[in-house]
């Protein structure tokens, strides 16, 4: 089959499309034709091996794990011996949590495994990002910070795969919602929800008299410091990102102040954990109240396009791989 390889820690340059070997399910596994797989911020940080400590996981001098991509959308082709809840010609999504990489033509998943039953009425490619940002922005919103109705939640980076997704998901559990984006996509981050909008280009919204219960620093380019002052008191602070100084924040606001500096590894989490929020997820799509952007779509052969463009930081929602 083919399969986009990392060579190297590195450019996008590094991933290069290559034969090998088609994967065989275990006797709890399924094989998965793939569809449509997603390439993430998360993505690229991880072929380019940073943060530094992340290489813990994947791999110290290069990826333990050579295909790329998590995300992904496909069709059963195959089921293992002891698979009892899935059936050949099953449509589903989900992650390949620190495994078997997903912009490849096929994929074994363990039939637990972060796994869904696609929505008949959504497409492979709007499905298959949703193991980035709704499943983290999900867990930061309903699980850490644990929004409630009258709530006021600003989400910075509000066009991005997390803040198009939070958008919605704070809105869904009752919260008055700002977005902060630029000013070409105010409208569209809007029309998800958003009660107010901020063009970051033109205000900082850290200097705002508004005082708010969350701020979800969807892309992590602003900090605790600064988002303090508009947080309420016992208000949170929560960023995907993690840098030393949220560390330092992390651990000083754990002992002392009412305001907190909160991060979270959401794909680090227990499967289990991550499969019963898919689940809530999955709901939230078939019932409409959780839509999904897709931004651009390349092909196969054109993954180190689409990492070129998730690194210029401006992608509207989420970019997704068509395999043919």
Request: aromatic share 8%.
């Amino acid at each position: 089959m083919k399969a986009i390889i990392i060579t190297k820690y590195g450019p996008p340059d590094v991933l290069k499309l290559r034969e090998v070997e088609k994967p065989t399910p275990k006797n709890n596994e399924v094989l998965i034709k793939i569809k449509s797989a997603s390439v993430t911020a998360a993505d690229s940080m991880m072929r380019k091996g940073k943060p530094f400590y992340g290489r813990l996981f994947i791999g110290l001098r290069k990826p333990k794990y050579p295909v790329s991509g998590t995300g992904f959308s496909g069709v059963i082709e195959k089921t293992g011996n002891d698979v009892i809840t899935l059936k050949i010609g099953d449509k589903v999504y989900g992650e390949s949590v620190l495994g078997a990489g997903t912009n490849a033509e096929y994929l074994c998943m363990p039939e637990d495994g972060v796994l869904a039953l696609k929505p008949e009425h959504l497409t492979h490619e709007e499905v298959a990002s949703v193991c980035d940002g709704p499943l983290t922005s999900w867990n930061f919103l309903k699980e850490m910070a644990k929004v409630e109705h009258g709530q006021k939640v600003l989400v910075n980076g509000a066009s991005g795969s997390l803040g198009t997704a939070a958008v919605q998901l704070a809105n869904y559990l009752g919260a008055e919602v700002t977005g902060v984006c630029s000013t070409s996509n105010l409208e569209m981050v809007q029309s998800l929800g958003a009660t107010y909008v901020v063009d970051y280009t033109r205000t900082d919204f850290t200097k705002s008299d508004k005082k708010y219960d969350v701020v979800f620093d969807s892309v992590g380019k602003s900090s605790f410091s600064k988002c303090k002052k508009i947080l309420v008191e016992k208000g949170s602070y929560l960023s995907p990102v993690l840098s030393l100084p949220l560390l330092f924040q992390m651990l000083r606001t754990s002992v002392f102040g009412s305001k907190k500096a909160l991060f979270s590894a959401t794909g680090l989490k227990p499967v289990k954990e991550l499969r019963k929020l898919l689940n809530e997820l999955n709901e939230l799509l078939e019932s409409g109240h959780l839509k999904m952007i897709v931004d651009k779509r390349f092909s196969l052969e054109q993954v180190p396009d689409a990492h070129r463009y998730v690194d210029t930081g401006h992608k509207k929602g989420n970019v997704v791989i068509q395999i043919r």
